[in-house]
């Protein structure tokens, strides 16, 4: 009789079986590692091309300096990775404060109307597309506005942003034991301090990390600026902070200007210096293309780090 | 045994490096005269529902002051719905209702108006696994006071050290302070836990099964330290294990679903610890304490 214990020992011994199974097994290692090969090389092509023709050009003055007039020799990029940090910082001040905010009701009123039209809204956000997020920063602040700014296009990339950031966070919160947030309100806190103080800083690595992969998204962004940012190759924060319009209207004056003008960021850069016809700024939209890259790299570099400190910390290591 | 002599034996137990957890109920002392024990939480006809499911049913019980009171019983009888409905913690879950009273020091905790923060604040709560905040020792101690507004640092220090003191676990962690709570063996979390909840001066703690996720030395402190505490405070413990209900409480609730059908939790028996363990009147309760089920 074949019982459940007897029947291991019978599939053990049958020789066939067995001989049948080390092959299988061995192919589909085969077949597995070398469909994994495949996923790869496009990643490191794309990055050792990259490397190869956008590393002839960068040095220093690529990073330090402005743009040439158009036909000249050197110059840099200084305009586009000042723009790009200031349409990627504006972007995470407007959307993590109501991100977080939307993310907790999320987590905890998954069922209530609210919650579920959140989470519906999140997912289509996260799927319109992104020129369409640009048009409807066009129709709200350019419009109003009058012309194009940094400020149009950090909304716009918020936009862009929010749905990652509030997704993340939901999942992260989640994540936090309920007995941490139970301990806390056993002591006869608030909802909203237990959310603060104690939920909140339990799930910070991973909302962190959700930053600043929305960041990283958002940084690597064209569409949504064409409508919105526009491009400015004489944007300098330098030059407006030398001006010395702060010492005369005060540190606002300087927001103001770095706001309200049209911006250049790195892909608007590379998007528009690869098709003019000057072989100059073809090797400059390799060397943009590498720096984005670049910046990328640093954020997750960075926000994986920071997950390792911290949780280190934390375990007292 | 007086209380002295219970100190002494916990004070000769703490300084002996090997524990031995005294396995033999104690003598069946007689019930203190009604008169004069006082009840800190009294149950009066209460009942718990889940929306339409009666969880907990007609349950009259009194828990005297500076007592343990262990409630025991099978999985899914009700007791932790019982032990969480005395500092109100089953308001989180969606859709519950009670009915009767729960009262402590005659104030029922359920009559309209009354403000669960301070419920929760004199009914303070440990939990089954140690559930530190993601913080150093000094913060977790100082959540609470500074919940209450205790800001002055020198203030905090006190109650800190206090709090640990009572805990016994001051001397383990005295030169940490600043290290994260979560850093801690399981043991130690626990008592950091129940530290966090004696900052805020509770009148009760609820356990609830304190030692389950616990080693056995582990459990044995936090026993130890139960002995310790209930001079101070009164405790009511859920646990499975029924030696560690003999071991600690002074009266013990046995609890049991009514039928499989309505599966609502039902008080069976309720007595002083020694009775329910030697001399049970109900033959549920004996079973049960004999380990012919459960």
């Known amino acids: ?317 | 045994m007086d209380v002295d002599m219970k100190l002494a034996d916990n004070i000769a137990m703490r300084n002996s490096s090997v524990h031995i957890p005294p396995l033999i109920v104690r003598e069946a002392s007689p019930i203190p005269e009604s008169d004069l024990m006082q009840n800190k939480i009294e149950l009066v006809d209460f009942s718990f529902y889940y929306g339409k499911f009666r969880a907990i049913g007609n349950i009259n019980l009194a828990m005297p002051v500076h007592k343990i009171t262990a409630i025991i019983g099978p999985s899914g009888c009700g007791k932790s719905t019982l032990l969480r409905a005395i500092n109100r913690m089953n308001d989180l879950t969606p859709g519950v209702r009670t009915e009767g009273q729960i009262l402590l020091d005659g104030e029922d905790l359920y009559q309209p108006g009354t403000d669960v923060v301070d419920i929760r604040r004199r009914v303070g709560m440990v939990f089954q696994r140690p559930n530190p905040f993601p913080k150093s020792i000094y913060d977790n101690v100082a959540y609470g006071p500074r919940l209450y507004g205790v800001r002055r640092k020198s203030e905090l220090d006190m109650i800190v050290e206090g709090s640990l003191q009572q805990a016994a676990l001051w001397d383990e962690v005295k030169d940490k302070l600043r290290q994260s709570g979560m850093a801690l063996s399981g043991g130690q979390q626990q008592r950091l836990c129940i530290a966090r909840a004696l900052a805020v001066q509770p009148e009760v703690i609820l356990m609830d099964e304190p030692a389950s996720a616990l080693d056995p030395v582990a459990t044995l402190k936090i026993e130890e330290l139960m002995q310790v505490l209930k001079d101070s405070y009164t405790i009511i413990i859920v646990t499975h294990n029924m030696q560690q209900a003999a071991r600690v409480s002074d009266f013990t609730a046995f609890m049991m679903i009514d039928s499989p059908q309505t599966r609502t939790g039902v008080l069976v028996e309720y007595g002083p610890t020694p009775q329910i363990f030697t001399n049970p009147k109900h033959p549920q309760t004996e079973n049960y304490v004999t380990g012919r089920f459960g």
């Open chain 1, 1 to 317: 009789m074949i019982t459940l214990a007897t029947y291991p020992v019978i599939v053990l011994r049958s020789g066939t079986g067995y001989r049948r199974r080390k092959t299988t097994n061995v192919l589909m290692l085969v077949i597995t590692g070398l469909l994994t090969l495949a996923a790869l090389i496009p990643l490191f092509w794309i990055i050792s091309y990259v490397l190869y023709k956008g590393g002839q050009y960068i040095n220093l003055a690529f990073f330090t300096q402005m743009p040439r007039p158009l036909g000249m020799e050197g110059g840099g990029v200084l305009h586009a990775i000042e723009g790009t940090l200031v349409l990627t910082l504006l972007a995470a001040l407007i959307a993590i404060p109501p991100g977080v905010i939307a993310a907790f009701y999320v987590a905890y009123n998954p069922n209530k109307p609210l919650g579920v039209a959140v989470r519906f809204g999140t997912d289509v956000l996260s799927g319109v597309p992104s020129i369409v997020i640009g048009l409807f920063g066009y129709a709200l602040i350019v419009k109003a506005q009058g012309h194009y700014s940094a400020l149009a296009g950090g909304v716009a990339l918020a936009i862009l942003m929010l749905p990652t950031i509030i997704r993340t966070t939901e999942e992260m919160i989640k994540l936090v034991p309920h007995t941490l947030r139970e301990g806390s309100l056993a002591l006869g806190a608030p909802e909203w301090k237990t959310a603060l103080s104690v939920t909140l800083p339990a799930a910070a690595n991973g909302i962190i990390t959700g930053f600043l992969l929305g960041l990283a998204r958002a940084s690597g962004e064209t569409a949504p600026l064409l409508f919105t940012a526009l491009g400015n190759e004489s944007y300098e924060i330098g030059r407006i902070i030398n001006s010395g319009i702060a010492g005369k209207q005060g540190i606002f004056a300087i927001l103001d200007r770095v706001l309200d003008q049209p911006v250049d960021s790195l892909p608007l850069t590379l998007w528009k210096y690869a098709q003019q016809p000057f072989p100059e700024r073809i090797s400059q939209s390799w060397a943009v293309a590498l720096v984005l890259m670049l910046i990328v790299l640093l954020l997750n570099i960075v926000a994986r780090l920071w997950v390792q400190i911290q949780t280190n910390r934390l375990q007292g290591k």
